[in-house]
Structures are given as structure tokens and as C-alpha cells.
């Protein structure tokens, strides 16, 4: 459970993003909090270098469609990591494990399949209030901590290919 600031980096840490593409798949489901996140992610890559002509972001419905928007976002466009935003807030039913469950397998799954990393940005909170938290609340912006991670992933997916922005 986060208890930190999610929001906090260290760009001396973190590979220049400026050679790299990304793409960004968005639930639409939760929207207030999937904006934020989007917004977060975003503000993020551009701080770290990449151009916002390099970031491509796409909307799937719900959470559970972010797997299928990753998998043809990886078959029809060339990037060096995606982020797969979304927000399942638990409900009175068993719904919400099966989507939690569904959505991080198929993640997992896209990471094992293809040679685009798939950052995992879905707030899976018990609450609506602890997604406020993460997205952009007491707790920071996931988003951001996402994107960060995108970052590095796409560094290391292009280690021996651009040496020189790799920072490794």
C-alpha cells in the first residue's frame, strides 16, 4: 500500500526520453480519476525529454479493455513502452477481482508475448477516496511514478541500439 508520495523522482536517475515513443492507453471508465493519471503521465515523459509529438494516447472503455487497446497499440504503432491506465474502485459484487485479475494477467501476458514493455497504471483502491489519493491527491500521481517506469523500461528495451541515451 502506498504511503509515500508517488509523484517524487529524480530525473538524474532516469535515461533522457527524447529518441524514445510512447503510447498511453486510458480507461474511460472512472474518468476523473484516469485524466489525472493521463495528465500525470504526460506532464512526466515531457519533463524527462520525450517530445509530445512522440506520445500517443489512446481510450478503451473500461479497464478490462486496456489489455486488447495495448495489444493492437503494440501492432499498429512502433513505441518503446506503453502505459495502460485505469481505475476499478471494489463494489458490493465479486466484479472487481475478476477485472483486477483479468487486467493484470493480460498485462502480464502482453510483457511475456511482445518486445514492448506494458507499464501496469491501474489503481485497484478500495475506496474512491484512495483513488483521489493516487491520482493526484495526498498520495501523488501514479501516473507519474507510471511514466518514470515507461522511461526506464524503454532504455532498457533499446540497451545496444542508443547507447548514447541509454544512461546504463
Request: aromatic fraction near 8%; glycine fraction near 8%.
Amino acid at each position: 500500500m502506498a504511503t509515500t508520495d508517488l509523484s517524487y523522482y529524480d530525473k538524474n536517475t532516469i535515461p533522457n526520453a527524447k529518441d524514445f515513443r510512447f503510447g498511453i492507453v486510458v480507461s474511460e471508465w472512472n474518468p476523473e480519476i484516469t485524466k489525472s493519471l493521463h495528465k500525470g503521465a504526460i506532464d512526466t515523459l515531457i519533463d524527462c525529454g520525450a517530445e509530445e509529438k512522440n506520445i500517443v494516447s489512446w481510450d478503451v472503455p473500461g479497464s478490462f479493455e486496456l489489455v486488447y487497446g495495448c495489444k493492437k497499440m503494440i501492432e499498429t504503432e512502433k513505441l518503446d513502452a506503453i502505459i495502460a491506465i485505469g481505475n476499478v474502485i471494489q463494489g458490493e459484487t465479486k466484479h472487481f477481482d475478476f477485472v483486477c485479475e483479468g487486467v493484470t494477467q493480460g498485462i502480464v501476458d502482453l510483457n511475456i508475448a511482445y518486445d514492448v514493455p506494458v507499464i501496469f497504471c491501474v489503481l485497484t483502491d478500495n475506496t474512491r477516496q484512495q483513488s483521489i489519493d493516487r491520482s493526484g491527491g495526498k498520495l501523488g500521481n501514479k501516473g507519474i511514478e507510471c511514466a518514470v517506469a515507461a522511461v526506464k523500461m524503454a532504455a532498457l528495451k533499446n540497451i545496444g541500439i542508443k547507447k548514447n541515451t541509454v544512461g546504463f
